[in-house]
């Protein structure tokens, strides 16, 4: 079965959120793109027609890609860019996960617009989901937008060295919504709206494409059953606010139950514990409204929903770590043997200018783990390397520990913390069972860094505050029932535990979810080799993959 969602063309386009100038690339002339709806088993087709004047690839966040690791889509880890006036087909299967996915550029800061929504239904249609059939679904985005063009944006940090993390709006769905204010005019950007039916239950897809930002989400005046988070169902879990990070996304069932008469703000908030609170970032906010069918339209303002603090980690922690798997006949359940474990800091340090960082003075903010801040190769992309056994790409000299060993959880007396930049994998073998400490440093600010790896789900076993001790942890680990993800928020100062099966052999990056932290270091990959039999090996590229 094909379920080809026709022509996704990258094209340049002017899109009016407060600057009626602005020129943004997006895909079919939409913000968000359109979103690619399957069941699960479907062959999926894109054609990527790039009209943009830019380099671009597309990754289709959470898709496992076994037997098609070529059509990931990271730019210089799976394949070379698509060029400008150029085309390619990315194929693969919806095989084996069912839930709320997206797909964003992977290239530069483009996917500020370029993105949108990946629904994966059960084979059966609606009858297959393992809660009430809901009446209706709705696509939740989250996102940012930015003033400026992002690929000048993303082009003068790398000069300059300095990060540049702060959108000019939060958007829902692409628009703002009418608290945003456009500077120096009265217009007021456009608003989100949803229709609902008194009584009828909604299935909300929520997905965090914003760039830099973790969101809280709370509908005014009603709640939400937590149903699923990327693409794994939970154990329903009730609540009014949901948090997302960069790069998770959060299936969850609202029933609109409340007084039909009135309307109701939806609201997107930054959650962010490394920032001062006097910061502009804490300002944005962005709004849709819900309204009832039928009720006839009130001219008062929708109720506002009381939102957590811009640094209530409290809250965020209380969500991110509340959620566990719904146990289920044919579901993944989590390996008791580990073969590989590694102890691993992410973080942001500092490091030496490099030579084409022209107009940096001295030292820049480098992302790392485990001290190796990580460069793409420039010239092959290195799932080509690893096929065709390319040497001096790649070193396998990933570290299972860091070099050093600190309070990680506070800003040490010394910055004076080595990083180097340089490009090492860790080689595991296939089918191994890997344990990863995810430890937060805190040396530049507290972050609750978005760690996202490709190809796989993880099982997040334990979380906590502080630094990580084995002994005490290990009694916390949830083998039972943990939540399965693709991406992870790493409490700020704290660390997180996390187990996966290497059945997918390639090359997968494992990088900071935040698109500023990406380019300048806070990334890894793993190296999976080729297992046993032909269907367990990686496949040759197809023939068209872009070239450098
Ligand atoms: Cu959603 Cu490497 O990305």
């Not at 997302?244 to 969850?252: K, L, M, N, S």
């Not at 044919?330 to 800091?345: E, H, K, N, S």
């Not at 059945?503 to 900071?512: A, R």
Request: glycine fraction near 6%; charged fraction near 15%.
């Amino acid at each position: 079965l094909v379920a080809c969602c026709g022509h996704a063309a990258t094209v340049e386009h002017t899109f009016d959120l407060c600057q009626p100038a602005t020129v943004i690339t997006a895909v079919n002339g939409q913000l968000p793109g359109p979103t690619i709806r399957v069941h699960e088993g479907d062959t999926v087709v894109v054609h990527v027609i790039n009209n943009s004047p830019y380099n671009i690839t597309v990754h289709w966040h959470g898709l496992f890609q076994r037997g098609t690791q070529w059509a990931d889509g990271p730019e210089m880890v799976t394949q070379c860019p698509i060029r400008p006036g150029s085309r390619y087909t990315y194929r693969y299967n919806a095989t084996g996960q069912e839930g709320t996915l997206w797909w964003h550029a992977h290239s530069s800061m483009l996917r500020a617009t370029v993105y949108g929504a990946i629904v994966i239904k059960p084979r059966s249609g609606d009858q297959g989901y393992p809660f009430p059939k809901p009446n209706k679904e709705e696509i939740i985005l989250l996102g940012e937008w930015w003033n400026q063009n992002v690929f000048d944006l993303d082009r003068e940090a790398f000069l300059t060295g300095i990060l540049v993390d702060r959108a000019d709006a939060y958007t829902i769905n692409g628009m703002p919504g009418d608290m945003h204010k456009c500077p120096g005019s009265n217009r007021k950007p456009r608003t989100f709206k949803l229709k609902v039916q008194s009584k009828s239950t909604y299935l909300l897809r929520i997905i965090n494409a914003a760039v830099n930002t973790p969101m809280f989400f709370k509908i005014a005046g009603h709640n939400f059953t937590v149903v699923g988070a990327d693409a794994s169902y939970t154990t329903p879990y009730e609540t009014d606010v949901a948090v997302v990070a960069p790069g998770q996304t959060v299936d969850a069932l609202m029933v609109a139950d409340a007084a039909p008469s009135r309307r109701y703000y939806m609201v997107a908030s930054p959650y962010n514990s490394a920032r001062p609170s006097n910061q502009p970032f804490r300002k944005g906010t962005a709004t849709a409204v819900l309204e009832y069918t039928g009720a006839h339209r009130r001219t008062r303002r929708p109720l506002f929903a009381r939102m957590p603090r811009f640094k209530d980690t409290a809250t965020a922690h209380r969500f991110l770590t509340s959620l566990t798997a719904l146990v289920r006949p044919g579901q993944p359940i989590v390996p008791l043997a580990v073969d590989t474990r590694m102890f691993v800091t992410v973080g942001l340090g500092f490091a030496d200018c490099r030579p084409e960082q022209t107009r940096c003075k001295n030292q820049v903010f480098a992302g790392s783990m485990n001290n190796a801040s990580f460069v793409l190769p420039a010239t092959i992309s290195l799932l080509e390397a690893h096929f065709r056994n390319v040497t001096g790409v790649y070193t396998r000299d990933f570290p299972d520990r860091p070099l050093l060993e600190f309070n990680y959880s506070r800003p040490p007396r010394n910055m004076d913390v080595t990083t180097t930049k340089s490009t090492k994998v860790k080689t595991v073998r296939y089918n191994a069972t890997v344990e990863m400490v995810l430890q937060n440093t805190a040396l530049v600010a507290r972050e609750s860094h978005p760690m996202h790896l490709h190809g796989h789900n993880f099982f997040v076993l334990a979380q906590g505050f502080g630094n990580f001790h084995q002994d005490t942890a290990e009694k916390r680990y949830n083998l039972v029932n943990p939540q399965e993800r693709n991406t992870l928020a790493v409490p700020p100062g704290g660390w997180a535990v996390i187990r996966f099966v290497a059945n997918n052999p390639g090359m997968w990056i494992m990088h900071c979810h935040f698109d500023a932290h990406l380019p300048i270091g806070l990334a890894m990959v793993f190296e999976v080799q080729d297992g046993p039999t032909q269907d367990t090996a990686l496949p040759p590229p197809p023939a068209d993959l872009p070239q450098c």
